[in-house]
Structure formats: structure tokens, C-alpha cells
């Protein structure tokens, strides 16, 4: 029995000391997955895929890149938020899942407030109304003026409930005294293709993914939804020199994780987030796209989530937007 007192201690030090040495092992020890809400392809797919090719670079373990789309990023981000909160799920995914969603579903399997901590802002960019040629539109003005006078009669694409492209145009349409029925799209491309089609007659949108469009006359651009002109576009007026600034609105992605993430990983990701995207080439990759990259602190992050949630949170309230 003596001799049995060694091994039993060595067992008991092993039971004791292993979850420990496990905790000790530095971040990240093993493959990160990255959520991304939305289809491949889209503008979140190609910043998260971006984000994670350089944090692999820097950080020494693979990132892989994970769709999961639907429910305006409920889906994605559900299977996120319900994840062992040890850093190894990420999640990539825009306005909509961290600030939005909860004002406009009526039940979210999820409460983004409380199981997601925010990790970075990303990116930020402005949008760009555009209309279909064969409206005859060609101005701002001419374009509420044709609303006014055909109630219901327009329809407006967006790339999903709760998403930029949805709540601008609902913004616009309380306070401008519009009725324009919306057409919902499970993302990006199918809303361009009806546009271009003529299925639907007008939508705000990313400015890279509809300006070659507008040069090709495909599309006429009435407005651009920030505080200044774009660089991208410089002859299409703001929204603001147009009388409109409180339409000022910013389609944003952010990064994510499930609550309870430590601490330590969370700032670590968000440093490594920052020297990844504030690299020339981050840049000139996200510019192409129409993004300015943030790349935020956890905290600014979290101030910026809030403001916006107030923002939309109101709109919603008073235009009765929902997912319906």
C-alpha cells in the first residue's frame, strides 16, 4: 500500500494541477472559428476573411471563416453567443445583430446585450441612394417629390431586415412623409439584380457595390448618407448639404464574442484586430469596398453599440418597422 502512496499523490497533483496548466496555455493554442453572419461573397465575408487572414499571420493559428446566414445574422450570431466562451468563436457581423435585432424582432433567441461581448469596431462606411433610370428621376428632390405623389406605389430594396439598407430608407421615409413598401433580400447581390431589373425601383446600398452601375447608367444616384460628400463619389451630394443630415447613417461591422470571454483574450484580439486593419493594405482592401476601418477598443466598441441602439431603437418605434 506504501508504494501506492506516490502514485495516488502524483494522480491527485495531476486531477488538481490539469485544468490549470490547460488555462496557462498561451491564446490561442489551437484553430479560432470566425462567424460571419452573412453569405460568402458579401461585403462582412470579405472583411471578416480579412481580418481573419491576418490575425492567422499574427497570432500563429488558423482562422477559419464560417457562414452562417439567415434571420438577419440571428442564426450566426445565436450559435455564437451559445459557444464556450474561451476565445475560440468569433463573430464578424454588422449593425443589425449588435444593436438592432432586439428592437426589431419581436423574440431573439439571444440577448446580444448580454450573452456577446463586443470586441472591435471594425469598419464604417456610408451608403448611397440610388434609383432605377426608367423612374426619370434625377435629383434628391425630384425623387420625394415623386414619392409624395404616389404613395405605395414605389418599392424599396434592402439586404435584410434590420440591416442599413432597410432603416435609412425608413428614417427617410418618417421624415419626409413617405410610404414606400419594402422588399427585403437575403443579402446583397439579389436586391442589386431586382434593381437593375426593374423589380423594385429604388435602395440605399454600399456606394462600391452599386457606383460601376451608376457610371454605366444602369442606376442614377440621388445621395450619399453621410455629413460630406464621398471620395468615391464626389459629384453626388450628401445627405446633409441636401437639408437631410439626420439621415446621416452608417452601415458598420463588428467583431464579437460569447459573454464571459476573458478579459486577457478580448483585449488581446482587439489589439491584434487593430495593428491587422490599420495596416496600409487593410486599408486600401476596405476602401475598395467602401469601408473606413475603426478597428475600436472593447469600450468604444460598446459606447458606439449603445448610441446606435438608441438611434435605430427609435426609429423603429416610430416608423413600425418590423421583419414582417
Not at 439598407?165 to 414606400?180: R, V
Not at 450628401?238 to 464579437?256: C, F, K, N, R
Amino acid at each position: 500500500m506504501r508504494s501506492c502512496k506516490p502514485l495516488l499523490l502524483a494522480l491527485l497533483l495531476v486531477a488538481l494541477l490539469g485544468p490549470l496548466m490547460v488555462r496557462a496555455q498561451p491564446y490561442p493554442s489551437k484553430p479560432v472559428r470566425v462567424v460571419v453572419t452573412f453569405p460568402p461573397g458579401s461585403t462582412p465575408d470579405i472583411v471578416g476573411r480579412t481580418l481573419a487572414m491576418r490575425l492567422q499571420e499574427s497570432m500563429g493559428q488558423p482562422f477559419v471563416v464560417e457562414n452562417r446566414a439567415g434571420a438577419g445574422g440571428n442564426i450566426g450570431a445565436d450559435a455564437v453567443a451559445k459557444a464556450s466562451p474561451d476565445g475560440y468563436t468569433l463573430l464578424v457581423s454588422t449593425n443589425g445583430v449588435f444593436a438592432i435585432n432586439k428592437a426589431l424582432y419581436k423574440a431573439m433567441p439571444f440577448d446580444p446585450d448580454k450573452d456577446l461581448v463586443p470586441i472591435s469596431l471594425l469598419a464604417t462606411a456610408p451608403q448611397m441612394l440610388v434609383v432605377n433610370p426608367a423612374l426619370g428621376i434625377d435629383s434628391f428632390k425630384v425623387f420625394l417629390e415623386h414619392a409624395r405623389r404616389s404613395p405605395g406605389r414605389l418599392s424599396y430594396g434592402s439586404v435584410g431586415a434590420g440591416s442599413a439598407s432597410h432603416l435609412t430608407m425608413e428614417l427617410l421615409k418618417s421624415n419626409a412623409g413617405l410610404f414606400i413598401v419594402h422588399i427585403p433580400y437575403k443579402g446583397f447581390p439579389p436586391a442589386v439584380t431586382d434593381l437593375l431589373g426593374g423589380n423594385i425601383h429604388t435602395m440605399f446600398a454600399i456606394i462600391p457595390g452599386v457606383l460601376p452601375h451608376v457610371k454605366a447608367g444602369k442606376m442614377t444616384a440621388l445621395a450619399v448618407t453621410a455629413l460630406k460628400r464621398s471620395e468615391l463619389a464626389p459629384e453626388v451630394p450628401s445627405v446633409a448639404e441636401l437639408g437631410y443630415p439626420q439621415l446621416e447613417s452608417l452601415a458598420w461591422i463588428g467583431l464579437g464574442a460569447p459573454a464571459a470571454t476573458p478579459r486577457e483574450i478580448v483585449a488581446r484580439l482587439a489589439a491584434e484586430t487593430a495593428k491587422a486593419l490599420r495596416s496600409s493594405e487593410a486599408r486600401e482592401l476596405l476602401g475598395r469596398q467602401g469601408f473606413e476601418v475603426v478597428a475600436s477598443s472593447p469600450e468604444a466598441f460598446q459606447g458606439w453599440i449603445r448610441a446606435e441602439s438608441q438611434k435605430w431603437g427609435k426609429v423603429i418605434r416610430i416608423s413600425g418597422a418590423t421583419v414582417d
